[in-house]
């Protein structure tokens, strides 16, 4: 078993090339032992590999057995969890007649099912140490509902009551629930190449969002923020 005490823990969920990927580099160059959540685990055992104390596990998020099964995993292996980053944002564009409850019920899971059943794996623990930091990676979609994002948007919007209702009841406990709100386009390799027309600064910079996301984590109980937004200056708001 892993030392409880030598290293703090974070679990990133929904490791990509993107913002997942720096979620992972940044909390491991503070220290952390980083456990990398994926369905496949692809890119993050190689990223992992790079990483001082990082494992990779393959999990789907809203399947509450995997869930469980990982979560006893990381805490054998890692040690208890410090910081749980809910990173998952599956993108369904549709309108209304053409999205399909299949693809509705997907978003609702992986936004919200999977924000949930993570969440109360790491609960328990923060509340008997009186520490520890939940952190939603949210969208402006969950405050607006646009033509074809009739499936991501209440995802979405479930997503941030969800976390305001756990901020409510868990800060108290002294444990941070916050929730980050991206708006805009991620630097990826793959929106780049969608949009290879685009400015450097059209996008948002995974690196950048990650070194917000250790500020708040960092933060004083006294001045905790929910709810914090991140967008390019180029974006239209």
Known sequence: MASQTSKPVCVVVGVGPGNGAAFARRFASEGYRVALLARSTELTTALAAKLDGARAYACDVTDAAAVACTFEAIRLELGDVDILVYN??????????????DAFETSWRANVFGALLTSKQVI??????????????????????????????????AQKS????MARHLWPAGV????????GVVDTPATRKMMSDKP??????????????????????????????????????
């Not at 998952?88 to 409850?101: K, L, Q, R, S, Y």
């Not at 009186?130 to 991501?152: E, L, N, P």
Request: aromatic share 10%.
């Open 88 to 101: 998952p944002g599956v993108g369904v564009w549709a309108n209304i007649e053409e999205i399909t409850a």
């Open 124 to 157: 328990p623990t923060m509340k008997r140490n009186k520490r520890g930091c939940i952190v939603f990676i949210g969208a402006t979609a969950s405050r607006r509902g646009g033509a074809r994002t009739a499936a991501f948007a209440p995802a979405k919007a």
């Open 162 to 165: 969800l976390a305001e209702s």
């Open 176 to 183: 941070h629930v916050a929730l980050v709100i991206l708006d």
């Open 200 to 237: 450097d600064s059209y996008f948002i910079k995974p690196d950048d969002v990650a070194e917000s996301v250790i500020w708040l984590t960092r933060q004083k109980p006294s001045a905790w923020s929910f709810e914090i937004e991140m967008r390019p200056f180029s974006e239209v708001w």
